[in-house]
């Protein structure tokens, strides 16, 4: 199909005078005709009456006054008849049809004569009609009276008034269109303004006001319909700037308008020689939230979080969402100290639990500082470092932490460690060691704790201090958990098999506890194993637990009944208490090795040792001593009447063959010699 288009535009008034001109066309010849028909008509019965009345007249002066006797009179009479102008022809027959008298002023003869209907008739510019004339002629009574009218002058005068109303007719078009050429352009010098408002409107340029003066309503209604237009038009662009430059969720400052700030905050400060801050802010435990509550609480927390850090920062100063759930301060005119002190204050408004849906939620933040210009003196290069004190502070447990050159090479490490780690994972670079654990009662081990080292192609091994941070980050830890237990499940089943005593025990990371499908994936590889679920323990921290108390009692509650043990690993570091603790299905307390490593009766750890050991024996919980390193700290934990221990003293983590040999050859007398 081939489609042909023109690029040529009419203005308004070349169509207004176009349609004008066409519309003339087709009307004035049918006006002209209709005065034309209109008039000829009339003058035609005008004629034709005055015609009829003349003939009766002459045949009534004929008929009256005694001119057939008196052929000379009658002739006479007929000449004088002839002399008006208007009668061509007359003439008196009998009934035969023989001439009495005829008189002519042409060469019109009897043989001529044609009566005529209308003017016109058989071509010859005579107008024949006949009249009866009841007179007696030799002898006959009966005759007729023969006329010629002349139609000339009708013809003269129809001609000129064809010419007459061409003539007005033609006028009056040309009038019309000038009248509506001068009508169209008071009609469109308005439209004409407002054509060129619409263009600036197109350009961008929406900043004055649109008010045509004019009389012609429509117009005028159109002028101010397009201002409205103007108006929302405004209003709109002003709403999409704020959308384009403001985060949707939570009503702060974006990305965008983050990096616009701090391009003018480097240009403020290099030219006024002054210092400002940057402070980047990621979520801790955001994720876990999201993915076990689902985005609709983890949006209300991102709300809560924003107007929480809007309170505590000032007017001066921009609080930014810049990702899912990172965010960025710009501090004005300040130190290092005073920023330092800034992201404290942010780090500790996030903090307080707030409850969102029945849920009792707590998040805490992980805030890297720089420092213009001593931390970098570009935008990109303060993003970029404030970035790496940001993860420096989120794997070292600190709320804060500034900017120092050093952190660039653990960065990198760290950057390198967290690409190559799901790769890892499944290239089967991780492996299973084991820590055991030690009865008090017994002398015998009564169980072991699966850990994990990474044996890297390149670094060699690697410590689970070092990657565990990164796969809780890439949220990987709880499959590289599964991932070994399932591995090493039917060897751990022979050595249950030995040591009827004997217990295993898992650690669950504070992301994958809330994940409601850990337990059905722990009894399908239990079922795949035939590994007897009464001797599995997990291991779960303190501080996971107090994350989410309720939904955390819930979960191990479930473990609880399904009939695996749960103990609390590194009791001690949190903000729990006992009394606390006994709410939840705890079989076994594991004191954190801070507690225990240097411990003597003279300790101020001591007495919290103590008391853990005999508030927990009262709950009905069994206690775990982690960190024994030393036969007098042995020596007071069993006085204390600790449980059971687990500490480099017994054994270093250790892989599975060499687990079976230490188990065989275990005697405990060998770890009492002074």
């Known amino acids: 199909m081939v489609v042909i288009t023109s690029n040529k535009r009419f203005g308004l008034t070349s169509h207004v005078m176009a349609g004008a001109f066409l519309m003339h066309i087709i009307l ?12 000829s008509n009339s003058a035609e019965e005008q004629f034709i009456g005055n015609a009829r009345e003349i003939s009766g007249l002459l045949g009534d002066m004929i008929s009256v ?50 009566e005529d209907v209308n003017i016109g008739d058989h071509g010859d510019d005579v107008y024949f009609m006949s009249t009866p004339l009841n007179i007696s ?14 139609e000339t002058i009708v013809n003269e005068k129809m001609a000129a008034v064809n010419q007459r109303s061409i003539a007005i007719l033609g006028i009056y078009s040309v009038g019309m269109l000038i009248l509506m050429g001068f009508f169209t352009k008071v009609i469109t010098r308005p439209l004409r303004t407002l054509r060129d408002w619409s263009r600036d409107v197109a350009k961008g340029e929406t900043d004055y006001e649109i008010n045509v003066d004019t009389q012609i309503k429509e117009v005028n209604s159109l002028s101010h319909d397009l201002e409205k237009m103007r108006q929302s038009l405004v209003e709109l662009a002003e709403r999409m700037h704020y959308k384009a430059m403001h985060d949707e969720l939570t009503g702060l400052p974006n990305r965008t308008l983050n990096d616009d700030r701090l391009d003018q905050a480097v240009t403020r400060a290099a030219r006024e020689n002054t210092s400002f801050a940057v ?12 993915d076990t509550l689902g985005h609709g609480v983890g949006d209300e927390v991102l709300r809560i979080v924003a107007s929480r850090l809007n309170t505590v920062i000032r007017e001066s100063d921009t609080i930014s969402r810049i990702g899912g759930d990172e965010f960025c301060a710009i501090v004005e005119n300040t130190e290092r100290v005073v920023a330092e002190n800034i992201a404290l204050k942010l780090a500790n408004a996030i903090e307080p639990p707030f409850k969102i849906n029945g849920h009792t939620l707590q998040v805490g933040t992980s805030i890297g500082i720089a420092v213009f210009p001593v931390d970098g003196m570009t935008p990109e290069l303060l993003i970029q470092h404030a970035d790496v004190a940001m993860y420096e502070a989120k794997y070292k447990g600190l709320k804060v932490a500034s900017y120092h050159e050093d952190m660039n090479k653990h960065r990198f490490e760290d950057m390198q460690l967290s690409i190559e780690l799901k790769d890892g994972i499944n290239s089967g670079q991780f492996e299973a060691v084991f820590q055991p654990k030690i009865d008090l009662i017994t002398n015998r081990p009564c169980g072991c704790e699966l850990l994990s080292q990474w044996n890297h192609p390149r ?18 830890v709880g499959k590289l958990t599964l991932m070994l237990f399932a591995q090493n499940a039917v060897q751990l089943k022979s050595v249950i098999e030995q040591y009827t005593e004997f217990q295993v025990s898992i650690n669950i ?7 409601t499908t850990l337990l059905d994936e ?25 994350k989410n108390p309720l939904r955390s009692a819930r979960i191990l509650e479930e473990f609880a009944k399904a009939g695996v043990q749960v103990s609390v690993d590194d009791f001690g570091t949190g903000y729990s208490s006992l009394s606390y603790l006994q709410k939840f299905p705890i079989h076994e307390l594991k004191i954190d090795k801070s507690f225990v490593i240097g411990l003597h009766d003279k300790s101020n750890n001591y007495p919290i040792v103590n008391a853990t050991i005999a508030m927990a024996h009262d709950l009905g919980m069994t206690v775990v001593a982690e960190g024994v390193e030393e036969l007098h700290v042995l020596k007071l934990l069993e006085k204390l009447g600790c449980d059971h221990v687990q500490g480099h003293y017994f054994s270093n983590s250790m892989v599975y063959e060499d687990l079976r040999k ?9 770890y009492r010699q002074v």
């Open 522 to 546: 722990l009894k399908s590889i239990l079922i795949e194993t035939d590994f007897p679920i009464s001797k599995l323990a997990i291991e779960v921290t303190e501080n996971a637990i107090m």
């Open 279 to 290: 402070l980047l802010l990621d979520l801790d435990r955001f994720k876990d939230i999201n």
């Open 459 to 476: 670094f060699g091994i690697i410590s689970p201090e070092k990657f565990i941070p990164l796969a809780e980050r890439e949220n990987l």
């Open 509 to 515: 990371s504070p992301i994958n506890l809330l994940d």
């Open 137 to 150: 002629f030799d002898g006959f009574q009966h005759n007729t009276l023969k006329l010629g009218f002349d």
């Open 662 to 670: 230490w188990l065989e050859d275990f005697d405990m007398s060998t």
């Open 28 to 39: 004035l010849p049918i006006l002209y005709i209709n005065i034309s028909k209109t008039f």
């Open 65 to 114: 006054s005694n001119m057939t006797e008196n052929k000379s009179r009658l002739s006479s009479f007929m000449d004088y008849a002839l002399l008006s102008g208007e009668i061509l022809f007359i003439e008196i027959v009998d009934q035969q049809g023989n001439v009495i008298r005829s008189q002519e002023i042409t060469s019109i003869t009897s043989k001529d004569f044609i």
